[in-house]
Structures are given as structure tokens and as C-alpha cells.
């Protein structure tokens, strides 16, 4: 092809050729290879489409900066999610079909509705925002359904396959989590001083939190926060003996980044995606497994009221029971002559 025959020649030997940009405005460009200058007008009118994975970005940065440290906390797994499945992908090709799609096989694998829910929320306003800026002709979330039947109830107790990998991973933070039931800020907080290894107690004080990414202790929200949670004796071995016992980098408390991420490849690293409060939840199910008193798990837990585990007692007894009649069901319908498949 003849290049130099598509554009104007100018006085000083370059080429010049014009294109109109996305307001409709013609700009003019210009170089002394009239090939170069062809395939810039290329780029420049027949622009790459906009992959998903940008507009998640901009997305969350821009409403990072309108909501709280918490907030974007709770946006963090579910934008990593949907990264992971269509980042890559140009975001007009996505339909409403693929995010029903989506949406429908978070329901298969048990995913709580809360949970598919506000992956639901995030694609409607990363999508509504693209929309609004002209980078996808329509918003395919208009279109698109939650799955039916979903559970209210959160996953909060971990698998016997998930459990035994974090036994079998030796990570002091989640065995701590799963010998003492401690939330993840108390268990942050902790110092040398607050382990009694004679006694195997832990003196529960204090409690990190982030604003919005820099570490800050805090007394516990409430008086029965500041307890004393004793611990197994084969927990000794795994207890760090540096001071905080979980820091950062500089040696200090964690920044929240620093966590997000060491929990992040923790979890790769054992193959199952988890959360510290299912490993909470997990000792509060041992509790009651054990016959531990309700009044003594409050104490270890520090609930405030003992409506609130009496709650997670009430729930593991009618699960219980539930499992307890399909047991009879299976076994009297095989008296009967029933298959079960």
C-alpha cells in the first residue's frame, strides 16, 4: 500500500492526516513516515474496547474515596472475584445471561444471599457508572436475575476438608483463631504480655481496627469484651514470641493492606477461600459440641448478652436435630426397602 498517497504533504516533509475524537471534534496528527502515521489514525479511531477490569477500577476508585475503610473492605473480595472471572474480558462482550450465569453458580456452591447479593451490587453500579461515561453501550445488569432459593443463612463454619487443611497448615494466626475464638482485631492486638503460658490464658485488652489503612488499637466495643480465653496446651508451639505477635513489616501492628494480603495468599496457599469469623464461628461450634455451659462460651467468646449465644446454641441444636431425622429416615427407609441414591 501506498501510503503517502492517503495523507497531506506539509512544508516541512511530514504527513498529516485527520481524525475525529470522541466528541466529535476533527484533531489533526502528523509524522515524517507516512506508514506510522496510518496506523496511529488506526488506533486512534478504532480504539481498543475498554476490558471489564477497568472499569471495576474505576469504579472503586472513585467510590473508595465517598465511603469508610469498612465499606471498602466489604467491596475487596467480591471486585477480586469478579476480576478473576472477566478482567481480562471486553466489557461490552458481557451479557446479562453470563452474569445470571455467574450469579446462579455462586448459588450452586452454597454462597449465602447476602453474599451473591453484593456481588450483584457491584457490577450494577460499575456498570451504571460505565454506562454513564460512555465507555459500554448498555448495562447488561438490567437485564440479569438473582437465583432462586438462596440461603440466609451465612456459611459460617468452615468444612471438615477446609478445617483440616488449616489444622494441617500450621499458620499460628488461624490455629490461634480456631483454639481461642477470638475476632481477628483482637487476635491482632495481642502482645507478650497478654499471654499467660503457665496458665494458658490469653488476656484479651485491646482490639485493632484501621483509618482507613493505618493500624490503630482500641479497647474492645464492649465491657465483656476484656476477658480472659483459655487455650489448649498443643496451641504452646504455634504461639509467636515476637512482640506484637502478629506485625507488619516495620515490625509494628499490620496496616489493613498488609493482612488483606497475607490472608489472600494464606488461603491460596491452603486451597479454600475462608474468613476469620468462620473460624470464629468453628470454636464457638466446638463450644457446644464439648457440653462447654452457655453462660462459660459467653465468657470465652465475650458476647455481650447471652441471647447471642444462646442464639448460635439454639441454631447448631436444630441442625442438629435436623441431621438426627434424616438419620432415622434413611435408616427405617432402608427397614422398608426404600433406595436411597
Known sequence: MNYAKLFTRRKDGSYQGKYKDASGKWRTVSNVDPEVLYNRLQELTNPPPITFGVILDAWQEEHDKEIGYKARETYTTPCRRLKEEWGDL???DITAAMI????????????????????????RMTFHRALLKGDVPA????????PRGLSTTRRTVPDDEVLAAVMASGDPFALLLVCTGLRRGEALALRQED????????????????????PEVKDPKTYSGIREVHFPKELLPFLPTCDPLFPGKDGKYMTLNHFTNEWRKYCKTIGYELTCHQLRHYYATALYEAGVPVLAAQAQLGHKNATTTMAIYTHLREQ??????????????????VKND
Open 195 to 214: 499471654i499467660d503460658r503457665k496458665k494458658r490464658v490469653i488476656h484479651v485488652r485491646r482490639s485493632l481496627t484501621w483509618t482507613p489503612n493505618l
Open 320 to 337: 442438629q436435630r435436623k441431621e438426627s431425622d434424616a438419620m432415622i429416615d434413611t435408616y427405617f427407609g432402608a427397614a422398608f426397602g
Open 139 to 146: 448495562d447488561p445488569t438490567q437485564a440479569a436475575s438473582m
Open 90 to 92: 471486553p466489557a461490552r
Open 100 to 123: 445470571t450465569d455467574y450469579l446462579a453458580e455462586m448459588g450452586r456452591k452454597r454462597y449465602s444471599r447476602r453474599t451473591v447479593q453484593l456481588v450483584m451490587t457491584v457490577l
